[in-house]
């Protein structure tokens, strides 16, 4: 759908997708060769767009920000103000389940997402109490992180710190009469202790 949301304004199930990166443009193309499959097949289609997976042995950029939270290195990140959605895999596969035994989801579009969005220096406070190390933040201007975002090698990536990315599940809660079943205080904590105790 994108990979940034303005101040107060989270991505609607409604809204037209507008991937950025070849990540998304595939996953745009999947969902539409699917609705054509479905179209001419019969089959009860219900897409499900989550945010940011997480949850133990997860990889890639969060498994690198549990890293950072382990490090006990100081960070700049305590003057950030944004908001990240996110999903446990727990939640994600709860909601799922739910979904594909729903036949009001047939044919919908459904955003997903933990119980709170987090900003990135409560994020990093969560993962560090869940390894049991303290959070040693600092912080900077905002104006560093924006100089850094046109820099092709650490502009996604300050992006993803610094910005917010939201959805608004709210239709998707009152179409399933669904709530995540894991609180994300939870989910952080066990995703945390996974990481601690495979090191």
Known sequence: MGAVTGPGAPFRPTDTPLPRDAYGRAKLASERFLLAAAQETGLELVILRPPLVYGPNVKANFRALISLAASGLPLPFAGIDN?????FLDNLVDVGARAAIASPAAGRVLLLRDTVDLSTRELICMLAAGIGRPARLFAVPAAVFAMLRPIPALGPLAARLTLSL????SATRALLDWTPPVPTETALAKTARA???AI
């Open 83 to 87: 908001r990240r959605s996110l999903i």
């Open 166 to 169: 939201q959805v608004d599940d």
């Open 195 to 197: 990481f601690r105790d």
